[in-house]
């Protein structure tokens, strides 16, 4: 899974600006992310955020019942489409939930504000040059 992992990792980081957002698709433009993320000074807790999230869609997936005697495996889960799907829903709670935790209302507040972004900041897809 280390192969994949990272790219998970970014992916879920990129998800977090989507989320907050309300955009179901897009991808956000990766400038402009850190540029906002840095401004707001929310780096660590967005990687650390987006890390807690793709954990928590891997447990859970792992907890799902298995038809048959089929035992479950992440190498095989974090190469999968409902892997992806996993992810977004676990951020989506994640933000839905934040402002029920204690301290979670500023927070939640602090990271919409500090996430917000044009709709014109997100593309169908981005490359690395």
């Known amino acids: 899974m280390r192969s994949y992992s990272p790219y998970h990792h970014l992916y879920a980081v990129s998800l977090c600006f989507c989320v907050a957002n309300k ?3 897009g991808v956000p433009n990766p400038v402009v992310t ?3 993320a840095k401004g707001a000074g929310v780096v660590d807790q967005v990687v650390d955020m987006a890390g807690t999230c793709l954990n928590t869609a891997l ?7 298995l ?4 035992v479950f ?9 409902t ?4 992810i977004r829903a676990a951020i989506q ?19 919409r504000a500090a996430l917000t972004m044009d709709a014109g900041q997100f593309d169908a897809r981005w490359a690395a040059d």
């Open 34 to 36: 850190l540029t906002k």
């Open 83 to 86: 892997c992806l799907a996993g």
């Open 93 to 111: 709670q994640y933000f839905a939930m934040l402002p029920s935790m204690p301290g979670g209302k500023e927070l939640s507040l602090k990271l």
């Open 67 to 70: 038809s048959g005697n089929r």
């Open 73 to 81: 495996s992440p190498q095989n889960w974090i190469k999968t489409k």
């Open 23 to 25: 955009m179901a698709e």
């Open 59 to 65: 447990e859970a997936a792992a907890n799902e019942p």
